[in-house]
């Protein structure tokens, strides 16, 4: 279901944005040629666990995140003649590494540190710019946790377990990378990656009911990369500069990823919430350009959010957890560096969400939850080139961290929520600017 999402909102992506970009009659460098690079930036976890057999009710889950770095090399082919094929492959480190006590007898983690892709990328080269999706392959290094701590109250002892696998999936996703001159490019890029169901395996097997479960697991990587391009058409020169300043509007779509964790106050349960849902809005904004290459600007935004997660919790199934998002906004300053027809920018700020936490005992009339307007912290980054004219197009990572100021209980253990999604987001803006591209913004 969340691939398929991924898939629409790519291919969508694509339709709206390449059909916009009317690129100058400028002569730019072609992207055939092996290139190599490097690449940074964060990964994120979201792991389901369940019991196969039934006989333990519902779920639990683990979230993280994690630095992500890395190396990448491919090769590319243009033809007739905006469009771009070509294939990549990529190995590097997701260093998520996560643990949560389900109850104070169980204990689960999942630690991902190697991974790899290898894809096919399919795109639009407006001018020095080149919008892509791609698809292909994955591998993760997993090491699993499921831990029995003991129980004071029965006689059985605690029992360790892990597990360690190279988990086989599939990657999706897209970018946007914009050459800088002297056969450099940078580019953002989002991956996700879904490595499927894992074996079965059966927890403490002394025990009365032994536990069964599989593990099913989806990672997120938000990346920023360089690469450098052997062959083709030599580029000695940086592209021509792109004018940022002025105000702009534009309208942006993707996906939406909760991080969202519930503490019960005495320290004994931890759940986590892992919701994902497609959002999409509009976004306004002025920027000013200083030194030919440094732009600061301001941006507001109101966007819709899909995100919608509640649960059964394993082991105790008839307790029942969730979290919702339905909109979001933010107020951010953006700031960043100009150079051809690319802005790489920072951007950080206010933003401010709607929240709704749940706990429900099943088969039980008391439902206890809470929602609130609440306000809170964003950082992030992307990157932004030009399609030629007053148009440009965007990739953005945003981390919206609302706190923890949920507290919901039903007369009995009360829970402390800490609400935190993260979005990535294609844009398209138009900005009203006085100089096209190629000529000096100064």
Not at 9 to 16: H, R, Y
Not at 199 to 206: L, M, R, S, Y
Not at 364 to 370: C, D, E, F, G, H
Not at 409 to 424: A, E, L, T
Request: a negative charge; aromatic letters at 12%.
């Amino acid at each position: 279901m969340f691939g398929t999402d991924i898939r629409r909102t790519l291919i969508a992506g694509c339709i709206v944005l390449c059909p916009t970009a009317a690129v100058s009659a400028t002569a730019y460098p072609s992207w055939t040629g092996f290139y190599i690079g490097a690449n940074a930036g964060v990964g994120s976890a979201q792991t389901q666990g369940i019991d196969p057999t039934g006989f333990s009710p519902g779920q639990y889950s683990d979230n993280g995140r994690g630095r992500a770095g890395g190396v990448q090399a491919g090769f590319n082919w243009q033809f007739a003649p905006n469009w771009v094929a070509g294939v990549e492959a990529d190995i590097g480190r997701l260093g998520i590494d996560r643990s949560t006590i389900l109850t104070f007898e169980y204990q689960t983690g999942v630690e991902a540190s190697t991974y790899g892709t290898l894809r096919g990328r399919f795109g639009y080269a407006a001018g020095p710019s080149l919008l892509y999706v791609t698809g292909g392959a994955a591998f993760v290094k997993l090491t699993e946790q499921w831990n029995y701590l003991g129980n004071k109250f029965v006689p059985y002892p605690p029992e360790p377990h892990s597990s360690s696998e190279t988990a086989i999936g599939l990657a999706l996703g897209g970018g946007i990378e914009a050459m800088l001159g002297s056969n450099w490019s940078a580019r953002a890029e989002y991956l996700f990656i879904d490595t499927g169901k894992g074996a079965v395996q059966t927890i403490h097997a002394d025990l009365p009911e032994p536990i069964p479960t599989q593990l099913d697991h989806k990672f997120h990587v938000f990346r920023f990369g360089v690469n450098y391009m052997f062959g083709g058409t030599p580029s000695e020169a940086a592209p021509p500069p792109v004018d940022w300043r002025g105000a702009y509007v534009g309208l942006n779509a993707g996906i939406g990823m909760s991080l969202a964790t519930g503490s019960e106050l005495t320290g004994e349960r931890t759940v986590n919430l892992n919701g994902t849902g497609f959002t999409g809005g509009a976004q306004a904004g002025y920027n000013w350009q200083f030194a030919r290459n440094v732009v600061v600007g301001v941006e507001a935004d109101i966007n819709g959010l899909g995100i919608d997660d509640g649960h059964p919790q394993v082991p105790i199934g008839q307790l029942k957890f969730g979290v919702a998002h339905h909109w979001y906004g933010t107020a951010r300053g953006r700031v960043g560096y100009a150079t051809g027809p690319a802005l790489i920018y920072a951007t950080g700020g206010l933003a401010y969400a709607d929240a709704t936490n749940l706990m429900d005992f099943i088969n039980s009339p008391q439902v206890s939850t809470q929602s609130r307007r609440a306000t809170g912290a964003v950082f992030g980054g992307g990157i932004e080139t030009s399609l030629g004219g007053n148009w440009s197009a965007k990739l953005e990572y945003l981390n919206v961290d609302l706190g923890g100021r949920s507290k919901v209980s039903d007369g009995g253990p009360i829970y402390h929520f800490d609400d935190n999604f993260q979005i990535v987001r294609f844009g398209l803006n138009y900005r009203w600017s006085t100089l096209a591209m190629g000529a000096d913004p100064l």
